[in-house]
């Protein structure tokens, strides 16, 4: 127990509060009496919970519930007040430790009759949770309280008030969740819908910890995210549990939830009556200490308050209006094990929750809505930057290929340089953004990426400006995922979130399509060398903005560089890009080419199985393992061709056919421009938080199929009143599909490894582009070479026809992917009624 503080009320209802207890996920936990001299623990819900209508009605939901369970080996609930302006909750005070500071700091492992009384009586604990028709989700050593007569267990049910609470809003302000990682049962870390057989494998490992002194799998000092791997994978090491008790442990830890006993099966083969006390002597005398020092205890003077500052012990002068909810408890700087809530759940459906909180806070620029509108227009621009700066180049090849003399060879290589450097990078860049802060990531990118522009527009031979190609590519990979973390760490209410993706979709989708119209424009009245000048204007204008945002802040402490996996992904990631660009060389299939490619998935599979080894991976397995982020970022790259081969081909008929500041060129892209942002703002942004998003994913991706399915029919006239539709289709599409898959990679994903998941978005959408860039290729090679000039273009025409239909497949493959790998945004509860219904 700890003295109050200053800041500390004395009263919450009708209980005095007379000391802290400790801190849990929704808030502080206090010492309290009634009037009746009943001594309770009084559990106070933080302000940033008590603002949100949706958490207090799910609060009084559960606390009835919570009501509702009987038995006498937990801890009641005695009295409520969900409508407070500060909403609280009165359990049962347990005179008594915790049985995690009984086996970890006093006594040791609890002998074998102690523990087989414990696994008796925290089954009967569990069946009065489930006969209520609650999970505890949260069963550990220090949710077991130890007493005289028995064990109790507490905090079970009220913090499923928290659960998948508006979408991902919780989890990403505080970065908590429900579980302990070293008592989770194997769908918890997987993310899969929970049953009571969950609360049975937590058991199991509480009475392997009560025998042993150690966690189920070992300590995790080789880090989260490997010792979650082991839960879910690995089989338990049973040695030091008694041997009278090992069969029954080691069917409660079973993998498969139907094949665990119930918590009724449990409770009768350990009913066998023990003569004598249920813990050894030492124990009970503790036991005894503590109960008078409870009587004893008297709270300290009130401390004085601080010069200008009233104290909240003395009343105040009546108000003249009702004061607000803003009553936020201060953590104390050393609580023991918290008798609070456990903390909130993590995202739905799929994440590896537990090692999104092992790095994740609210940093200031998170917690300021100004900051993130800030954030979202800063990440536009430079989002809009790069795609405007890749674009304008294409278009200005041939004027670089005419000044520079460069044969195809030359003209390739400038190419393959960005896209390589681009690719190899965008991984560390990400993790660089979580080490160092998204701020000062944007910054170091921003300056290189001007003077890249700067050293390109002045290049006199192709070597320079190829130098300059690698160095922007390069910080166009750290500003692209430190962008997009800005946006999803930046919003964490789901309705603003969503809007926000909408926005940055916008830029960026219809920021490809306006790069063109700008590339053709400024290369009708300027040369290529002011056309690579141009975006430097835009990145002095995005360094002020990103100068202007609240300082975030970087990883924890112990967070370094991962050396290894910056290695295996970038090789991986260079070596698949560069030999998927050169798999058809001359006509032919390039040998050396396809073994590269090989190399690149090889040791891309060996970076994927590093990150969930390492304890400071690049990018967290979270972002990438689980049914709806895998479903999500195979959809992405499978839509990387699709996306590939509408932009290649609208740049191949404007350059053929038309000029670029024809009539028909303008309405085509800004039809273009503009069906994206509708799709992405009007359409996506608004249904994302009520229709399912696989939904919208594959209806999205559908309608951009069909739009690449009419313009496979289009002529090299390029007619609006025949491209048009198709330009509708394409961007509504696009828009649509883009939202909700941005949103379900990164929902749920610490801030603090925003960044990493941002990067596995761009790398998804990089190696779809680049799996389309070979498919082109290899259509307009199997075509065979034509005869004569005027026979190029109609070549040329069928593999761009050609390459629609691949396009078109490649998409209608996504729509699949998505639509069936990617589930409902909340998850179901037992018995399949969903989570955030009554």
């Not at 910054?443 to 690698?470: H, K, M, N, Q, Y």
């Not at 400071?616 to 499978?638: D, E, I, K």
């Not at 509708?678 to 919208?696: E, N, Y």
Request: with cysteine.
């Amino acid at each position: 127990m700890d003295q109050l503080i200053v800041e500390d009320p004395t009263r919450i209802g009708p209980y005095r509060l007379i000391a802290r207890l400790g801190a849990g996920g929704m808030g502080l936990v206090y010492l309290g009496r009634s009037e009746g001299g009943r001594t309770v623990a009084v559990k106070v819900v933080q302000a940033e919970y008590a603002g949100n209508p949706e958490f207090r009605r799910r609060f009084a939901r559960e606390v009835a519930a919570a009501r509702r369970v009987g038995g006498s080996w937990t801890a009641a609930v005695l009295d409520a007040d969900p409508d407070a302006a500060v909403p609280w909750v009165a359990t049962q005070y347990i005179p008594g430790p915790d049985l995690h500071s009984v086996v970890a700091k006093d006594f040791g492992p609890l002998p074998e009759h102690s523990v087989h009384t414990l696994a008796n009586r925290l089954a009967l604990a569990l069946r009065a949770v489930h006969g209520a028709g609650l999970i505890h989700r949260d069963l550990k050593p220090s949710n077991v309280l130890v007493t005289v007569d028995g064990p109790r267990v507490i905090d079970f049910g009220i913090a499923r008030a928290m659960d998948s609470l508006a979408g991902d809003s919780l989890l990403t302000s505080t970065g908590m969740l429900i579980g302990s990682p070293g008592f989770m049962s194997p769908e918890q870390v997987r993310g899969l819908e929970l049953t009571p057989a969950s609360d049975v494998f937590c058991l199991g490992a509480v009475l392997v910890y009560a025998s042993t002194g150690r966690l189920l799998f070992g300590a995790t000092d080789t880090g989260l995210n490997a010792h979650l791997f082991r839960i879910a994978e690995e089989e338990a090491d049973l040695t030091g549990v008694p041997e009278t008790l090992v069969g029954l442990v080691s069917e409660c830890l079973h993998k498969d939830p139907a094949r665990r006993p119930t918590p009724e099966q449990v409770a009768a083969r350990t009913a066998v009556d023990h003569a004598g006390e249920w813990l050894p002597g030492a124990v009970l005398a503790q036991l005894g200490r503590h109960a008078a020092q409870l009587l004893d205890y008297a709270p300290a003077p009130a401390a004085e308050a601080p010069a200008g500052r009233p104290d909240p012990r003395v009343p105040s002068p009546r108000p003249q209006l009702p004061p607000p909810p803003a009553y936020a408890p201060t953590t104390p700087a050393h609580p023991g094990p918290a008798q609070g809530f456990g903390p909130p759940p993590g995202s739905p459906a799929d994440a590896w929750p537990a090692a999104a909180s092992a790095a994740s806070s609210t940093t200031p620029q998170e917690a300021s809505p100004r900051g993130g509108r800030r954030g979202l227009v800063v990440a536009g621009l430079v989002q809009l930057m790069v795609v405007l700066s890749a674009a304008v180049f294409s278009m200005a090849v041939p004027s670089v290929q005419a000044d520079l003399d460069l044969d195809s060879d030359g003209l390739s290589l400038m190419f393959t340089a960005y896209v390589v450097s681009f690719s190899a990078l965008l991984l560390p860049g990400g993790h660089l953004a979580d080490l160092v802060g998204r701020r000062r990531t944007l910054v170091i990118g921003l300056a290189g990426f001007a003077a890249a522009c700067a050293l390109g527009g002045s290049a006199g031979d192709s070597v320079t400006l190829i130098l300059a190609r690698v160095l922007q590519g390069a910080c166009a990979a750290l500003l692209t995922p430190a962008a997009l973390a800005l946006v999803t760490a930046g919003s964490t209410d789901p309705r603003e979130r969503g809007r926000a993706l909408g926005v940055y979709v916008a830029f960026t989708g219809g920021g490809s399509a306006l790069g063109l119209l700008a590339g053709g424009s400024l290369l009708d009245s300027l040369t290529w060398r002011w056309c690579l000048y141009a975006p430097l204007a835009m990145a002095a204008i995005a360094l002020i903005g990103v100068l202007t945002l609240p300082q975030d802040r970087p990883g924890t402490s112990g967070s370094r560089l991962d050396v290894p996996g910056a290695l295996l992904g970038s090789g991986g990631l260079a070596a698949l890009t560069y030999g998927l660009g050169e798999v058809e060389s001359g006509g032919t299939l390039n040998v050396l080419a396809l073994l590269l490619v090989c190399v690149g998935v090889a040791l891309l599979a060996a970076f994927l199985w590093w990150q969930t080894r390492t304890s400071s991976p690049l990018l967290t397995p979270y972002a990438f393992m689980g049914r709806n982020r895998a479903g999500s970022l195979l959809a992405l790259v499978l839509a990387g061709t699709g996306v590939l081969a509408l932009f290649a081909s609208i740049t191949f008929y404007l350059q053929r056919f038309h000029g670029y500041l024809s009539p028909a060129t303008w309405t085509l892209l800004l039809v273009l421009t503009a069906a994206i942002v509708i799709g992405s703002t009007q359409v996506s942004a608004r249904l994302l938080h009520r229709a399912p998003p696989q939904v919208l994913i594959a209806a999205g991706l559908v309608l951009t199929a069909a739009g690449l399915l009419l313009l496979a029919g289009v002529d090299e006239s390029l007619s609006p009143g025949r491209s048009l539709p198709s330009m509708v289709l394409t961007g509504l599409g696009l828009g649509m599909a883009w939202v909700p898959l941005f949103a379900t990679v990164t929902a749920g994903v610490a801030p603090r490894q925003a960044g990493g998941a941002s990067a596995a978005i761009a790398t998804a959408q990089q190696l779809g582009e680049a799996i389309g860039g070979m498919l082109l290729g290899l259509v307009i090679a199997g075509l065979g070479r034509p005869e004569s000039t005027q026979g190029v273009t109609r070549w040329l025409m069928g593999g761009y026809s050609a390459f629609l239909w691949w396009g078109f497949g490649a998409l209608l493959l996504a729509a699949l992917t998505g639509g069936l790998m990617v589930t409902t945004r909340e998850p179901r509860r037992p018995g399949g009624q969903p989570a955030g219904t009554p």
